[in-house]
């Protein structure tokens, strides 16, 4: 993302703490941080690193020293919310690299396929419908929620529970 002219004095602005200028360029960038998330995110965590990346933005921008690095600073925090978001979602834990690194290696992009393929169904089926809902199919939890009827709080419980147990069969515990 460039700014252009006009909207470097809003960038400015924002920098020395304009609160009217940070709502701008946050509405300004938003298309942006969209469309980089896209490519770097698994499609659930588009939403959630959008604003996480508006909110750090909102958070740190005075911070910035240099104004003319801001859209690649911009993109390098969509970048790490991308990368931070998606260890999360699979509860993986960064000390163990190498296991996955090896189990990576090991296996070619078809295998991998049907490996996980068999994880998701080995899933009971209520725990199988969030995660594909959510994951591959990309749907909001107020979405599953609304056509499961259950409630958010629910919906979340159950698509940490079912990305649990595909972790486990995927990578099971040594």
Same mark, same amino acid.
């Given at each position: 993302?460039?700014?252009?002219?006009?909207?470097?004095?809003?960038?400015?602005? &924002?920098?020395?703490?304009?609160?009217?200028?940070?709502?701008?360029?946050?509405?300004?960038?938003?298309?942006?941080?969209?469309?980089?998330?896209?490519?770097?995110?698994?499609?659930?965590?588009?939403?959630?690193?959008?604003? /996480?990346?508006?909110?750090?933005?909102?958070?740190?921008?005075?911070?910035?020293?240099?104004?003319?690095?801001?859209?690649?600073?911009?993109?390098?925090?969509?970048?790490?919310?991308?990368?931070?978001?998606?260890?999360?979602?699979?509860?993986?834990?960064?000390?163990?690299?190498?296991?996955?690194?090896?189990?990576?290696?090991?296996?070619?992009?078809?295998?991998?396929?049907?490996?996980?393929? &068999?994880?998701?169904?080995?899933?009971?089926?209520?725990?199988? /419908?969030?995660?594909?809902?959510?994951?591959?199919?990309?749907?909001?939890?107020?979405?599953?929620?609304?056509?499961?009827?259950?409630?958010?709080?629910?919906?979340?419980?159950?698509?940490?529970?079912?990305?649990?147990?595909?972790?486990?069969?995927?990578?099971?515990? /040594?």
């Amino acid at each position: 993302m460039r700014l252009g002219p006009e909207h470097e004095s809003i960038l400015a602005a &924002a920098h020395r703490g304009d609160p009217a200028a940070l709502d701008q360029l946050l509405r300004i960038t938003r298309p942006d941080i969209r469309r980089y998330a896209q490519m770097h995110c698994r499609i659930s965590d588009v939403d959630d690193a959008v604003q /996480e990346t508006l909110l750090i933005v909102a958070r740190r921008l005075p911070s910035l020293r240099a104004l003319p690095a801001f859209s690649a600073w911009l993109f390098r925090l969509v970048q790490r919310e991308c990368r931070r978001l998606g260890r999360k979602a699979m509860d993986f834990d960064p000390y163990d690299e190498e296991r996955l690194e090896h189990w990576l290696v090991k296996n070619d992009e078809t295998s991998l396929r049907l490996q996980l393929v &068999a994880a998701l169904q080995a899933l009971p089926a209520h725990y199988r /419908e969030v995660i594909l809902l959510r994951d591959f199919e990309g749907w909001r939890i107020g979405e599953i929620a609304e056509l499961t009827g259950l409630s958010c709080a629910n919906v979340k419980s159950r698509l940490h529970r079912a990305r649990s147990l595909a972790r486990e069969h995927l990578l099971p515990p /040594e």
